[in-house]
């Protein structure tokens, strides 16, 4: 089996969407499958694909193709999209691609422009879907011509595809109903690296909560910030963001205005180890979330929430459908009302206050990870593949 990768963003930028890519692949190679990455050219590509774990990767073809985007080792005047749609095209247009099993998108322009060009794709088109963007774009408060015409593509890319995954239940359940879509909606949730897996046991800080992740407003950190200060003496740690921030500031200040500047450590974004060794020390590891946006709610599937469980944390999350899609309350997790520091607060209290809980939940939701390594992902997007060709 061989696939295809399309992006179109300038790869130096450190995203979660390219670290979910570049994991996927690589398990894919591992299982035997080749791969093809289609990215754009710039200097430096080579030392930045080394350091995404995606350098010499047998089995894998990087395709490097024209782009025109900002960022190092990249003289542009501004960023177009466009550069890259038409290089990508001609990429997938050429007969070496019909060796192709199929082209994976998730960037909603890109699959559009190779849609609208289907008759010279001489391959498949798979369409991950991680949001409805009109949807999102709805609730920060897009409306008129502009939100139709981002409803409109939406509706073509989906409808369009040749196959539709998406990376919750929630959302798989949604496309289904509402959006066209020609044939099943499998999920493809996110995964998490086997070395989690391995966290050791024995350096829980009985009074540590921790969140590792994004810190913008959407993430809910201010919410965790907020239900640890009505907290009697538990410690919160963040791994996320830069000091040069305006989140990493917004959250400083919250948490002076809080009374808890004493008992609040935050640290900037790091690797791996890093978050490993953070989610070793925990008594609980939060995933604060929100129910006031669909994608937080019902559209997303954290990393951070897979590393949290495959390290035995005892976790919490927010009672939302994105949540209880994967886990079950007082089984895997604990599970909080959502959007209410005082319930996070109390839920909080109530778990620190029990260890043996605390073991049972984290050995509950290692257990469940198993089945989401990137490993495990690929073997599943195989297998999705492997059925359209049949």
């Keep these: 089996m061989r696939l295809a990768f399309a992006y179109p ?6 995203r979660a969407r390219l670290l979910q890519i570049s994991a996927t692949i690589k398990a894919l190679t591992d299982l035997g499958a080749g791969v093809e990455f289609i ?13 995404m774990g995606l350098g010499g990767v047998s089995g894998l073809d990087v395709n490097a193709v024209a782009m025109c985007q900002k960022g190092p080792g990249k003289i542009a005047p501004l960023s177009w999209h466009g550069v890259y749609h038409r290089a990508c095209l001609r990429a997938l247009s050429r007969p070496a691609a019909k060796g192709l099993s199929a082209v994976l998108v998730r960037h909603l322009k890109l699959a559009d422009h190779l849609l609208a060009n289907k008759t010279k794709l001489a391959v498949p088109l798979v369409f991950e879907a991680h949001e409805l963007f009109s949807v999102t774009a709805q609730e920060e ?23 539709v995954i998406a990376i919750s239940a929630p959302l798989a359940d949604e496309l289904a109903r509402n959006w066209g879509v020609r044939s099943k909606v499998d999920v493809l949730a996110s995964g998490v690296d086997e070395m989690f897996l391995e966290a050791r046991q024995d350096r829980r800080q009985d009074d540590l909560v921790v969140y590792a992740g994004g810190l913008g ?5 201010d919410l965790l910030v907020d239900a640890v200060a009505e907290t009697k003496s538990a410690h919160l740690e963040i791994l996320g963001g830069s000091p040069e921030s305006p989140d990493w500031h917004r959250l400083l200040t919250l948490a002076e205005l809080a009374g808890m500047s004493s008992r609040i450590t935050l640290r900037r974004r790091a690797g791996k180890d890093q978050v490993l060794d953070l989610l070793e020390r925990a008594a609980i590891a939060v995933w604060p979330g929100t129910a006031r946006q669909r994608i937080a709610a019902e559209f997303t599937s954290p990393l951070k929430l897979f590393e949290y469980m495959a390290a035995g ?12 899609a994967l886990l079950r309350d ?11 520091p005082a319930s996070l607060a109390d839920a909080i209290e109530a778990l620190l206050a029990d260890r043996e809980k605390r073991l049972r939940l984290g050995r509950a939701a290692r257990e469940l990870a198993h089945d989401y390594t990137w490993l495990k992902r690929a073997q599943k997007l195989m297998a999705i593949t492997g059925e359209m060709a049949s």
């Design 9 to 14: 963003e300038h790869l130096y930028f450190e």
């Design 141 to 163: 408060g897009m409306g008129g011509e502009k939100l139709s015409s981002l409803r409109d593509m939406e509706k073509r890319v989906l409808s369009g595809a040749d196959k």
């Design 217 to 221: 407003p959407w993430k809910g950190v």
């Design 39 to 51: 990215v754009g050219r710039f200097r430096g590509l080579d030392q930045r694909l080394a350091k």
């Design 313 to 324: 944390c005892a976790v919490m999350a927010p009672d939302v459908p994105a949540a209880r």
């Design 330 to 340: 007082g089984q895997q997790a604990v599970l909080f009302e959502p959007d209410d």
